[in-house]
């Protein structure tokens, strides 16, 4: 009895060894999913997960066709130029501001009461002094006609004359179109096309308000250009206003 039942045990852990060996060897060689952790860089990224990374550009291979011309097209169009207005040459007044018709001068010779008074440019772009006669100013800068006028002094009339020449009143500008009050105006220092149109009484119902047609002349050339509103202006300029299309 002893030895059958040794026996008997001895039989029944061989076979439990054998499970086992099977069973290890099964797992070993079972191929399944294995879950693996990336390690984390930092807090931040265990607080708020990966930094972002911007996607990788598709690559489109260029076989010709459809995609091939539509890429042509674009190498070979020029880049848009950007949007503006053309602003007109303006003058500032001061030193280099240029005489024409329509500007009042006060003309003052140092001890030289009967020389010394106002002059208008007359539409000969001239003035016209005692003793020298008709002075061409159109195109001349205050301190040039001062000088010319001294020049035809010192010709046998005064031997050594002092001149000066201020602007007494600029030529005005004109104002056309759509505003309730077109005309001429007397020129302000410093206008702007906005204080044009408000002394002209504003725009009227139809005005285009966004821009202006403005033409500026200079030494018997004329510019016209499309500008904004608050573009200066200059005397004898003319502003004209359009009317909107809706």
Known sequence: MPVARAFRWSILAASLAASAALALGGCMQTAGPVAVMQPRADLDSMAYGQPYSAPQPVVVADGGGAIGALRNSFASSPAPMPVGYAAPMTV?????YHLDAGDKLRVVV??????TNSYSI???????????GA?????????GLAGEIAARLRNGYIREPSVAVEIEAYRPFFILG??????QYPYVPNMTVESAVAIA?????????DVVTVTHTENGGAM???????????PGDTVFVGERWF
Not at 92 to 96: C, F, Q
Not at 224 to 230: D, M
């Open 110 to 115: 140092y001890g030289q009461e009967g020389l």
């Open 224 to 234: 016209r250009a499309v500008v904004p509103l608050g573009t200066p202006l200059s």
């Open 92 to 96: 500032r007044n001061g030193a280099s």
């Open 201 to 209: 009484g504003g725009f009227s119902p139809r005005a285009k308000r």
């Open 135 to 143: 002075v061409p100013a159109r195109g001349r800068t205050t301190a």
């Open 122 to 132: 007359d539409a000969g772009g001239s003035i016209t002094m005692p003793l020298i």
């Open 178 to 183: 759509e505003v309730l009050a077109p005309g």
